[in-house]
């Protein structure tokens, strides 16, 4: 990633986060987007580079997607031909690096107490939700030449984003082996969901 694009990441990441801030302090009603943007040392102009809305800022880049490189990558058969290692390549990616899963758990947690404080967002979220997930139904679907709307690649899909918001709780805390250690559990989990469905005989 180059220093541009991670500095827009970083900016981005500082308005979501006094976004959240502001709004467990003070309610949503009571939080401006000029006064998110001066929390982050940014105007609201640049705010509006990031997101639309307030609300849109209070959920942020929940939950995890792929990028389009790491999602093209996956559709055309890559990166290693094998359709489960490549499902848990693409989640993995997802989460950017080493020690941002102890980042997105603090995220999380955070996430959660505002949803708690502030139940109309509930719906923004799940939308965002459904959103990510058709996104990796489709890409499944795309993969294997199936018409989008494939149930099979939604039922996957469905099962890959439950894998990974359980398998985020289980992650020891840490930096370096975070990535692997979620790797491992990746498979793990597929491997599970196949011995409970798979055939009997």
């Known amino acids: 990633m180059g220093l541009r694009e991670r500095k827009k990441r970083a900016t981005r990441r500082a308005l979501q986060g006094a976004a959240v801030r502001l709004t467990l302090e003070r309610g949503l009603e009571k939080v401006t987007v000029e006064e998110i943007a001066a929390e982050a040392d940014v105007s609201a102009r640049t705010f509006f580079n990031y997101f639309a809305t307030k609300e849109d800022a209070l959920i942020g880049d929940a939950p995890i997607s792929p990028d389009e490189a790491d999602r ?11 359709f489960s290692e490549d499902l848990v390549h693409l989640l993995i990616n997802s989460l950017a690096g080493p020690g941002d899963l102890t980042a997105h758990r603090a995220e999380a947690a955070q996430r959660k107490a505002l949803l708690d404080r502030e139940p109309q967002l509930l719906p923004v979220f799940l939308g965002r939700l459904h959103s990510a997930e058709q996104g990796l139904a ?64």
């Open 138 to 201: 489709t890409a499944v679907a795309q993969r294997s030449g199936a018409p989008e709307d494939d149930f099979r690649s939604q039922v996957i899909a469905g099962a890959a984003m439950s894998v990974t918001r359980h398998t985020l709780k289980r992650v020891p805390y840490g930096d370096a082996g975070d990535i692997e250690a979620a790797r491992a559990l990746f498979r793990k989990a597929f491997v599970n969901l196949g011995e409970a469905f798979g055939p009997t005989d």
């Open 72 to 82: 093209e990558e996956f559709i055309m058969g890559g990166p290693t031909g094998d």
